[in-house]
């Protein structure tokens, strides 16, 4: 583990991982990726007699965050016929994304998603051609030490 060392590292080495139908492939040519947020929702529990005249809340349902991969887009690769198949499919698939440090995989986030948007971005006679894509997250995620 990383114990107490907060030396900062870049992303490379990163990997994202999304299941096509057999087992998890890792999407070529990655450019980034967010890490998905936590979000929970607050539902306004504030009645007459609230104490101290303040409103007040309780826990409500977890809220399906997104979080988006940016690729170097080759039309009709392997990795763009996945994404373009899981996103007509419009089902959940399994996902891994791999956090490096010092360029070595380290930790990683196991869950489930959803790809709900998939932008092939400009065609420019001097810029390398990108796309972006969102994905919905479908289940907890599962944050832990890095396993091959």
Known sequence: ????????????????????????Y??????????PPDTDSE???????SPGRRRSTV???????????????????DTDILIRAARA??????MKLVIPQNGQPFAQVELTAK??????G???????????VTFQVKSDEDFSEYQA
């Open 43 to 49: 539902v306004d529990a504030t009645h007459l007699k």
């Open 122 to 132: 400009e065609i420019s006679p001097e810029g390398v051609m990108q796309a972006t």
């Open 26 to 35: 890792e999407l070529h040519e990655v450019v980034s990726f967010t890490l």
């Open 89 to 94: 499919a419009r089902d959940t698939r399994a």
């Open 59 to 77: 826990p409500g349902l977890i809220e399906d965050s997104t979080f988006q991969v940016v690729l170097n887009y080759r039309p009709l690769s």
């Open 1 to 24: 583990m990383a114990g107490e060392n907060q030396e900062a590292s870049i992303g490379w080495g990163g990997e994202v991982h999304l299941f096509n139908g057999t087992t998890l």
């Open 115 to 120: 790809c709900t948007g998939h932008s092939r």
